[in-house]
């Protein structure tokens, strides 16, 4: 059997857009690209679900603790080893206007937890596993009208540029890319999150790119 962890953020764990028309809660699991994936894959895959919302690559928010997704990485891992591959899909927390980061930045982010997933002590002799870089779903600019102004047009602009920096990040780590904005976008009215269509287009994309990867 081969275990692919997914590591992403709230796009991972599956919440529903529909919280801002006050209907909060998460998409179910047959819904959610994770699990999606696993239906698609079938019973020769191990998809390992490990979303939070609000998690970023390497950045400590004053707003929310434990959300820097870096210190927990190792043992995550760990946890979970042995791993074939590991799907990294992180970004779009990075662009708060209160990180302050820029896309080569968040970049950067992306490579200290790369550097973290090809450490072969953490595989207690097995192999490293392939890793996929994710470039998240850009936010759609009507996050913008969100309230109480959660979302700036320069993070919009931050989440179309790290397409670039990504597919750079990953060619010079020798990782595998994958750009999810070409596959599916998130909603119009709330703009950061996918709804159930964005969800199966993310998972057919990726079992597309697993399939190249693994098999």
């Known amino acids: 059997m ?3 962890l997914c590591y992403g953020d709230s796009n991972t764990y599956g919440l529903n857009p529909e919280w801002v028309h006050g209907n909060f809660g998460r998409h179910d699991i047959n819904t959610r690209w994770p699990g999606r994936l696993q239906n698609q894959l079938g019973s020769e895959y191990h998809v390992i679900e490990e979303g939070l919302c609000g998690r970023n690559t390497c950045f400590e928010d004053p707003t929310s603790p434990y959300r820097n997704g870096l210190p927990y990485f190792q ?3 760990e946890t979970h080893a042995p791993l074939d591959l590991i799907i990294i899909m992180l970004g779009t927390n990075d662009c708060k206007d209160l990180l302050n980061a820029s896309p080569a930045e ?8 790369i550097k973290v997933a090809k450490d072969p002590a953490l595989y207690m002799g097995a192999p490293v596993p392939k890793i996929l870089v994710a470039v ?5 600019e009507g996050a913008t009208k969100l309230p109480m102004g959660m979302i700036s047009m320069k993070q919009v602009e931050k989440s179309r540029a790290l397409a670039a920096q990504y597919k750079n990040t990953a060619k010079m780590n020798g ?3 994958i750009d999810l904005g070409e596959y599916a976008k998130t909603t119009t009215f709330e703009g950061i999150h996918l709804n159930e269509e964005a969800h199966a ?3 057919d994309a990726l ?3 697993i399939r190249e990867i693994l098999e």
Request: proline share 11%.
């Open 207 to 209: 079992e597309k790119k």
């Open 201 to 203: 287009a993310v998972a």
């Open 175 to 177: 990782c595998e890319y």
């Open 106 to 113: 968040i970049a950067m982010g992306l490579a200290r937890l």
């Open 75 to 77: 043992p995550c891992i």
């Open 136 to 140: 998240p779903v850009p936010i759609d």
């Open 2 to 4: 081969k275990n692919i």
